[in-house]
């Protein structure tokens, strides 16, 4: 039976609360934890729509008491290439791209943000779904971070020294794989998502928290079959 798993990107200081609380109230209603992306330093233009929350690290905290789990989402959510790099889903980037030393940088300054709120993380996505090879050292050589949420495969397997956990969809629905990650964007989502998201977990009980393990498997021909099938799906 496959395994599902929610991840919740763009939480930061500036957020719509409103949609925040939402989906926390449906998650907690069927007992789902998810893997929440917090941005350290936010940055974006896009986010300035919204209202500060002063009381968001303290909303972090409550996630964490619940068993959420709390993953580094970038740095500031600034998009400075038009690079796609290992995971090209999209071809903008705030890692792909940027010298090793500017993303050491990144790297370094979120995670001492997210320590300074007493959060070391273990697990790392960047915004876009996009990074390369100069992030995954910048990774090892300034945080204990050794997991990413990305990438696209049947289950979760070990690269480049990191354990990956795929991810596969924007939205729940049934999928051949034997771990599914769906991502959401709380801040946009619109009426309709949340009631399918609803409808979903209320039939579908399969549902874990993020794994922390890091993992022996390597890559099957099954796992490179679909990461090929996708990013020729995309292209059409």
Known sequence: MEKYIIRLDDACEKC?????????????????????????HCEDPMMDQYEID??????VDSWISKGWIIAMHGYNHVY?????GINPVNKRSE????????QKSKISKGVAIMRE???DPKVFFAPAHTFDNNTLIALKE?????????????????KYGFTFVPQQAGRVRKLP??????????????????????????RYKNYVPFPLEETTRKLSIVDLL???LYFIRRKI
Not at 16 to 40: A, F, H, M, N, S
Not at 188 to 202: A, G, P, Q, S, Y
């Open 16 to 40: 719509d609360i409103e949609k925040w609380d939402r989906i926390e109230q449906i998650l907690d209603k069927y007992r789902v934890k998810p893997l929440v992306g917090v941005i350290p």
């Open 54 to 59: 002063a009381e968001f690290w303290e909303r």
């Open 80 to 84: 400075g290439t038009e690079c796609g």
């Open 95 to 102: 890692f792909a791209g940027e010298s090793l030393e500017v």
């Open 117 to 119: 709120h007493g959060i």
């Open 142 to 158: 300034c945080s204990n971070i050794r997991i990413i949420s990305d990438t696209i495969a049947n289950d979760i397997y070990t």
């Open 177 to 202: 794989f034997k771990t599914v990650t769906f991502c959401y964007h709380p801040n946009v989502m619109n009426d309709d998502e949340f009631v399918r998201l609803e409808k979903f977990l209320k």
């Open 226 to 228: 679909l990461n090929r």
